[in-house]
């Protein structure tokens, strides 16, 4: 069995080693080692990254037998070869704190929540915690964060060991063993004790902070989103600078920017209000510029808002309506048929777009659509397509 050195130190990240063997994993080459510093993805913690002499280890993984494999691109070293291996550490510290920040955020959610989680997954793009309890207040929620927080800031230490049986009988773990033999604890100072053979931080300010990002229901318990460590601090940087960016826009400070924000929101539903407004003035107008009582063909300067505006009054006076409103390469079609009409609109859009070519449709009350070519004489087109 390969000497897992990481149980020893989790800060090592260089270390030599004797190649084993060599073989696959799903298709693709992989080292087994004598020891390795490279962590095999478990307990919901992704596995190490880094290399091995000349080659790039791109993934660590354990087989259900217990050997962990070392994939690699590039030229694989011979059987009994010593090479040294080193870890992409930014990636290991980051996935150490975000393992620990989880470990601790479990303990505090069952603390201050009531929740006792049912998984985890330390992801590239997500961190989440599952737990057995749905819909959890956002009050309790910010109570299991400041918890989290307030043990991150007394700067605990975490120790990972094999206890002996009574001594493990004696600690109050947060969860159940997996296993029933080498059982390897985590303690976070006196707070959280829990099994775990993943790699951690050896004290919680380590991990500068943790912030939940969102919480949602998930096959009845709650799916809760988190961050932490250098993670945490990427994605707060990210979003200040978007605040101040936000607030130069503005001209405002950044606290000052969702007041920003809603006044503009309040202005543009205002300006939508008062151009609805407008545009149905305008439609009555256009309406009423038509002499006569009968069908009205037409071609009307307009955005298709303010074309099917002028068409509904024109049905409510008793007229139908085929208008059109030329564009750039195209035109806009609006067809409505009055009461007691015999106009079937549907069928009038069909021979047109059969006629010019478009998309659209509709029924035989009412149809619109888009012509894709320019019309030179529209009351002429639609006398040659009327029955």
């Known amino acids: 069995m390969t000497r897992r050195l990481y149980h020893d130190d989790a800060t090592t990240r260089r270390f030599d080693a004797v190649v084993a063997a060599i073989t696959t994993w799903k298709d693709q080459p992989a080292i087994v080692l004598d020891r390795t510093a490279f962590y095999p993805e478990a307990g919901g913690q992704l596995g190490d990254r880094g290399v091995l002499g000349g080659a790039t280890v791109v993934d660590t993984q354990e087989t259900d037998d217990g050997v962990i494999v070392h994939v690699i691109t590039g030229l694989a070293p011979a059987v009994g070869a010593q090479v040294t291996g080193e870890l992409d550490w930014a990636r290991r510290r980051q996935h150490m704190a975000q393992h620990t920040a989880q470990h601790l955020l479990s303990g505090a959610l069952l603390d201050r929540a009531a929740a006792p989680t049912s998984s985890a997954r330390l992801g590239e793009t997500a961190l989440t915690i599952d737990v057995a309890r749905d819909r959890i207040p956002e009050a309790e929620l910010a109570a299991a964060e400041d918890l989290a927080n307030d043990l991150i800031d007394d700067d605990l230490v975490i120790r990972a060991w094999f206890p002996e049986p009574d001594e493990l009988a004696a600690l109050k773990l947060r969860r159940d063993p997996k296993v029933d033999a080498n059982i390897r604890v985590i303690a976070i100072g006196d707070f959280d004790y829990s099994p775990c053979g993943g790699t951690h931080c050896a004290r919680t300010s380590q991990l500068a902070a943790i912030r939940i990002a969102g919480a949602e229901r998930y096959k009845g318990m709650t799916r809760v989103t988190f961050t932490a460590a250098r993670r945490a601090r990427a994605e707060l940087f990210a979003r200040d600078a978007v605040l101040r960016t936000l607030a130069t826009r503005f001209s405002c400070g950044p606290a000052e920017v969702p007041a920003a924000i809603d006044k503009i929101a309040r202005d543009a539903e205002a300006a939508g209000t008062e151009l609805t407004a407008l545009r149905g003035r305008l439609a009555s107008l256009i309406a009423a510029s038509f002499p006569g009582t009968g069908p009205v063909v037409a071609v009307v300067p307009a955005e298709a808002e303010v074309l099917r505006s002028v068409a509904a009054k024109l049905v409510t006076a008793g007229r139908d309506a085929i208008l059109c409103a030329p564009e750039d390469a195209g ?54 397509l009327s029955p």
């Open 331 to 384: 035109a806009t079609v609006v067809l409505f048929r009055a009461q007691g009409s015999t106009l079937d609109c549907g069928a009038l859009w069909k021979a047109l777009a059969a006629r010019v070519g478009g998309r659209g449709g509709g029924r035989a009350d009412r149809a619109e659509g888009r012509l894709t070519a320019a019309i030179p004489d529209w009351t002429t087109l639609i006398a040659e």
